[in-house]
């Protein structure tokens, strides 16, 4: 999470403003959220500790490469405080709680009206509320009632 949120700043950080700018610039989910990451973010030169392999069975090569890659990531969770944990499994907990909502056709409807409801004055927007909760109170009386 945090190397993605770093690639994002320093794409961010690293584009033109002005008529030169590149419009496209992505930003991370998070973002905004882990703006705590500026205290730290320095961007360093980094050397490789790989060396270059020149090996023909480069089958046997790379499956090596992916166990020592799959232990290394393992290593780093294990070093990771339990703060850091639970950090992470919140944060993947609220992105799969917010793919669930957007997925969702009720959202999907919500979103394709709001451009609509947008253009309302406040006092439209007011009665537009209060029609959609006269109606749900409609349906859920009726609901009430064919149960009893």
Not at 96 to 116: G, H, L, N, Q, V
């Amino acid at each position: 999470m945090r190397d993605e949120w770093m690639k994002c700043h320093r794409k961010l950080s690293e584009s033109k403003s002005g008529s030169g700018a590149n419009p496209i610039v992505h930003k991370y989910t998070y973002y905004d959220n882990m703006k705590f990451l500026s205290k730290i973010a320095q961007h360093r030169d980094t050397e490789s500790n790989m060396q270059p392999t020149f090996n023909t069975e480069s089958d046997d090569s790379h499956d090596s490469l992916i166990r020592k890659r799959k232990k290394e990531q393992v290593h780093k969770e294990k070093d990771l405080s339990a703060v850091d944990r639970r950090m992470i499994q919140f944060i993947d907990s609220m992105q799969k709680e917010e793919k669930k909502i957007d997925d969702s056709r009720i959202m999907s409807f919500f979103k394709s009206i709001a451009p609509t409801i947008e253009k309302f004055s406040d006092d439209e927007v007011v009665e537009f509320q209060y029609q959609v909760i006269s109606i749900l109170r409609n349906f859920k009386q009726r609901n009430i009632n064919s149960n009893t």
